[in-house]
C-alpha cells in the first residue's frame, strides 16, 4: 500500500463512471475474459466506450436485475470474469436472493459495482437511495464488500480484483466526488488506511464520509482537539487489528456511515470490537427512508456533514 493524501479536498478530475468506463476497457484489452454486464444502465454509467471497443463482451441484460446475477453466474461457470453494475438498490436489495444463491452459495466470482450510493443518490430520491444495501451484502458468506472514496482508489480495486477470484461487492458514487488520494495512490484490499494520527478519539469512515471526516478533524484541530482518522474502505472483512490498535491508543471509536446506522460500516466496527472495552458510536442514517433533494440538503438533513462528526466528537470526549 503507498498512500498519498491530495493537499486541498476539491471535485476529482474524473467521476467515478468514466473511472469505470475507462478502467474496464484497459482491463478489457489485457485479459480476454473480462465481460460487462449491465441492466439498461450503460448511459447511467457512461460504459458506451467499453461496449464500442468490445462489443461481443458487454452484455445489457435490460431492467432485469435478478436475471443478471444469473447470466453472470453462468459466464463464470464458463471461466469468464464478470464485472457487473446497477445502481445499489437494484444490485443489492432488488438482486438479493439470485445474487445469494447463484453466485455466493454457488462459490462463484464476480465483481458487483453499486452505484449512486446512499445520499448522492440525490433527486432520484426514496426508491433509488440505497441506505441498505451494505447490510444486505455483508451477509453474504465469504463476499468481499467495499466503499470506494474517491476515482483513484477505484482504479486501483478495480484493477487488484481483476486479478483476484472472489465474490466482491464494490460501493460507489456514480459521478462527481472529492478527491481524496494522489494519483498512483495504492490499497490493500483487508486492510484500512490511516490518514491522521491523534489521541483524543479515532475517525473511521468510508466513501465520501472520508473527506467530511478530515475536514472535520481539521475543524476539531483548531479546538485542540487531535483525532485519528481510518478510511476503511474494505468493510467486509474489516481491519480488525487495526481497529484493536486504535481502540487501545485513543479514548473512542466514532463511525462515518453514509448509510443505515443498521448494518452497514458502524454495525460492522461494532461486531469487530465486541470483545474489546472501547466505547464506539455511529454516525449514520438513523433508520429511516430516503428522499428527495440535492446531496447538500441530504448530508444535512441525515446529519452526515463535518460540522455533525465535530458534534459527536465533542459530545463523546
Known sequence: MSVKLKKEFKTADKEMRLTYNDTMVKLAKADERVVLLEADLMGSIKTSGFQKEFPERTINIGIMEQNMMGVAAGLNIRGLKPYIHSFAQFATR????????????????????????????????????????????????????????????????????????????????????????????????????????????????????????????????????NVSVIDMFTIKPIDEALLHEYADKTKFILTCDNHNIIGGLGSAVLEALESHPVKVKRLGVKDRFGQVGPQDFLEKEYELTPDDIVKAVKENL
Open 94 to 225: 432488488r438482486a438479493f436472493d439470485q445474487l445469494f444463491l447463484s453466485l455466493g452459495y454457488s462459490q462463484l466470482n464476480a465483481t458487483i459495482i453499486g452505484s449512486d450510493a446512499g445520499v448522492t443518490a440525490s433527486h432520484n430520491g426514496g426508491t433509488h437511495m440505497p441506505f441498505e444495501d451494505l447490510g444486505l451484502v455483508r451477509l453474504v458468506p465469504n463476499m468481499t464488500v467495499m466503499e470506494m472514496s474517491d476515482p483513484v482508489m477505484f482504479e486501483n480495486i478495480l484493477t487488484q480484483l481483476n486479478e483476484k477470484d472472489m465474490l466482491s461487492y464494490v460501493r460507489i458514487v456514480r459521478k462527481d466526488t472529492l478527491g481524496v488520494y494522489e494519483e498512483g495512490s495504492t490499497f490493500d484490499i483487508g486492510k484500512g488506511v490511516v490518514l491522521k494520527e491523534g489521541n483524543d478519539a479515532t475517525i473511521v469512515a468510508s466513501g465520501i464520509m472520508v473527506a467530511s471526516a478530515l475536514k472535520a478533524s481539521e475543524k476539531l484541530a483548531e479546538e485542540g482537539i
